[in-house]
């Protein structure tokens, strides 16, 4: 628990009904919308204005790594603005510079390319592989989710697109290394990796010379988490090779620390030629994406024109927020840490899915995990539909919520994903409270809780 508590608000009913009355909230109908009203933060907890204190299990949306307000990033924020607030995109900043070879540094990629957000280094990252390669398609997958943004928003395969389609032409979907429900119905013992070789089929079908890239989710993350098997990565940059495709990465949630490494695709050993990052690059302190390229990539645009650009691109405050935060990462040991913990938090996961149930399957990489919910374990039937909810996934999110425990839930689907700078004590405070909402899901799909 944070060292001080917060104070409830004496106006805060009145701020809510003023965010509600004067903006417009994310992906809801807006009358639905009860939003908490948030006052501050420490470490992996927050605060609301009735004076409660909230464990942060989804760390805001899964980008607040090294906790609220950490004094080491606010501090970079700080000496930043004392210096200059502001600086045009032509400009060079001694900000832009140590950021930029950081960031070549630990991808072991060439050039970056700064943005505002994940979805704008997706819509870069799309734009660069077309002028680089001079074709036109983009091999997606459908359990994906890259932006809200045009371009972002139709290359992901997150329902989510459904409403601003058809978007932007030359995107096509393939499907995701899914083992627990193989969309080619196969099992560990008789999967080919068949998640790759129909890609390779759509490739083929599409004519090779027509696909710029491939572009996926290191890991998959808010439609369900899929840990790929440890081959996938080496067989499909193997396919990107043969056929000359880029490999674009969205490291936008799983990267930076959030698996215990730099990159989530750096655990299989393989190389992508442009990655894509967000969230945990400044933990969320400050709005920045990058889209880093290819020694090969950043070598074709010295002597040809680079067609795009944002006024704030390479903004000095985000930047320098950033480096502040990279350097926690460093200096506190926290990549070890989630590891370390990660592997803890994994014996946890595996043990409620043998306790409960509702839970048909867990999945986890470092401090990024996911439970499956299902009202059948042997038939694996959701417990909530495709792009829908249920009077179970409902009561369990009211249990958690009621508990003060902030956690992000999604068709039948319950993340685990604190801040990286969590502690093992505040860890099982927050699954304890998982597991009292999953006995609740077992006793109204009518089977009776496994004792521990």
Known sequence: MPDSFPQAHPDSRQIIQDNRDYTLFSWSVQNTTNPIHMTGGKGSHFFDGDGHTWLDFSSQLININVGHQHPRVLQAIKDQVDVMCFAGPSFA???RATLGKKLAEVTGLGKSFFTLGGSEANENAMKMARLYTGRDKIITRYRSYHGATMGSMTASGDPRRWPVEPGVPGIVRAFDPYCYRC?????PDSCQRECVSHIEEIIQMEGPHNVAAIMVEGITGSNGLLVPPDDYYPKLR??????GILLIDDEVMSGFGRTGTWLATQHYGIKPDIVTCAKG???GYMPLGAMIVSDAIAEYFETHFLAGGLTYSGHPVSLAAAIGNLAVYEEEHLFEH???LGAYLGQRL???KARFACVGDVRYKGLFSVIELVKDKATKEPLAPFNGTSPEMGRLAAHIKSKHVYAYSRFNFLWVCPPLV???EELDHGLSVYEEALALVDQMIGEPV???
């Not at 969309?183 to 099992?187: A, N």
């Not at 193997?238 to 056929?243: G, S, W």
């Open 338 to 340: 989630t590891r370390e």
């Open 93 to 95: 900043t001694d900000v």
């Open 183 to 187: 969309p080619f119905g196969k099992t």
């Open 350 to 352: 595996e043990a409620i």
């Open 422 to 424: 969590v502690t093992k």
């Open 450 to 452: 496994a004792a521990d």
């Open 281 to 283: 690059l400044t933990s």
């Open 238 to 243: 193997a396919l990107c090779d043969k056929y």
